[in-house]
């Protein structure tokens, strides 16, 4: 299946409970993603969904590189911290920081997040280090 198909089909399931895709959704499409293709694939997987998503919706500016990677890292280092959950109400219990939208804050100040570097290319955290894994 093509990217761009593959990105629509996980975002069916993360919104089909909802009909939105709001934060939790974000998170819950980009763990299905890192389950299935892995946290490399899913960068440019999620990163070239959401961008195409925003420029559909007329605001292509939206979109925001460091931050679509850093949520797929957090999402990562926490599924690879322990027993794979069974589905993603078992990993949302077991990491509820994620479902914290403010989350990416604890890492980067706020003059990383808001530069037109940031936005366009991936930036390293500047506050502090991701965890390396986290246990469920």
Do not use: C, N
Not at 105 to 117: G, H, M, T
């Amino acid at each position: 299946m093509t990217a761009p198909g593959r990105f629509e089909e996980l975002m069916a399931e993360a919104t089909a409970a909802t009909g939105r895709f709001g934060h939790r959704e974000h998170v819950h499409l980009t763990w299905l993603a890192v389950r299935a293709h892995g946290p490399a694939a899913t960068v440019e997987l999620v990163g070239e969904g959401i961008l195409a998503t925003a420029t559909r919706a007329g605001v292509p500016g939206k979109f925001h590189a460091t931050l679509t990677r850093a949520w797929v890292e957090l999402v990562a280092r926490a599924e690879g911290g322990g027993e794979p959950a069974r589905d993603f109400e078992e990993f949302a219990a077991r990491h509820p920081e994620l479902l914290d939208k403010e989350l990416p804050k604890r890492f980067y100040s706020a003059a990383v997040l808001s530069s037109e570097e940031a936005k366009a290319a991936w930036t390293e955290p500047d506050l502090a280090p991701f965890p390396r894994q986290t246990r469920g």
